[in-house]
Nanobody, 117 residues
Framework: QVQLVESGGGLVQAGGSLRLSCAAS????????MDWYRQAPGKQRELVAT???????NYADSVKGRFTISRDNAKNTVYLQMNTLKPEDTAVYYC???????????WGQGTQVTVSS
């Protein structure tokens, strides 16, 4: 079973930056996309950023221009650089991998990001 381990979360002041990392315990094959989701208290989990196997990238409107998703295939790692953080970015951030073969997805355990005003 593959495990996804997120790191890099923490407490930061508004306007600050954090870089999240998500490392897979071993190589993952048949990846369609790697994503970052987040879930704030009392809210539904939402898609923040996606990078497909072909390198196509998409962002939620709320983070465009501030967040950057990237990946290092050799390290089985996906990153989320978060700049100009706002209090509304406060959430638990989850790494997600979508595959074309079973198991069709993996989820990380989540990392807390808290942005103070």
């Amino acid at each position: 079973q593959v495990q996804l381990v997120e790191s890099g979360g923490g407490l930061v002041q508004a306007g600050g930056s954090l870089r999240l990392s998500c490392a897979a315990s071993r190589s993952i094959y048949a990846i369609n996309a790697m994503d970052w989701y987040r879930q704030a208290p009392g809210k539904q989990r939402e898609l923040v950023a996606t990078i497909t196997s072909g390198g196509r990238i998409n962002y939620a409107d709320s983070v465009k221009g501030r967040f950057t998703i990237s990946r290092d295939n050799a390290k089985n790692t996906v990153y989320l650089q978060m700049n100009t953080l706002k209090p509304e970015d406060t959430a638990v951030y989850y790494c997600h991998v979508l595959r074309s073969l079973h198991p069709y997805e993996y989820w990380g355990q989540g990392t807390q990001v808290t942005v103070s005003s």
